[in-house]
């Protein structure tokens, strides 16, 4: 597994959000992008946009461009009910806990 490996950077995102929502705060984008993961602008909104139809995020919308890809709007960003169960029990998340408290890089901004 490797810090750029999709199921770490969809821990983090989610991890990130959840600690948002429970603290009633609004999710800071420099804090879970691109940059604060480590990894490209592109990479980013597919990850984005793949968390989006499964119902685990909800206010964004991902915005078609001329050509190729396309962009994300975020509006108001929240984990569902969905997002926070599938971090909780689903068990590539718990691999992705356990690699991640080695490198103590969990949620980002926190």
């Given at each position: 597994m490797a810090k750029d490996d999709y199921f770490v950077i969809v821990y983090r995102i989610l991890t990130y959000l959840y600690a948002c929502f429970k603290q009633g705060e609004r999710p800071d984008v420099a804090l879970?992008?691109?940059?604060?993961?480590?990894?490209?602008?592109?990479?980013?909104?597919?990850?984005?946009?793949?968390?989006?139809?499964e119902g685990y995020i909800k206010g964004i919308?991902?915005?078609?461009?001329?050509?190729?890809?396309?962009?994300?709007?975020?509006?108001?960003?929240?984990?569902?009910?969905?997002?926070?169960e599938f971090l909780q029990d689903n068990s590539q998340m718990a691999k992705v806990k356990e690699f991640l408290k080695t490198f103590k890089e969990t949620v980002p901004g926190f």
């Open positions: 879970f992008g691109s940059d604060a993961l480590g990894i490209n602008n592109g990479y980013w909104g597919n990850v984005m946009e793949s968390l989006l139809p919308t991902v915005l078609p461009h001329m050509g190729e890809g396309f962009g994300i709007k975020i509006l108001d960003l929240r984990i569902t009910q969905k997002g926070i």
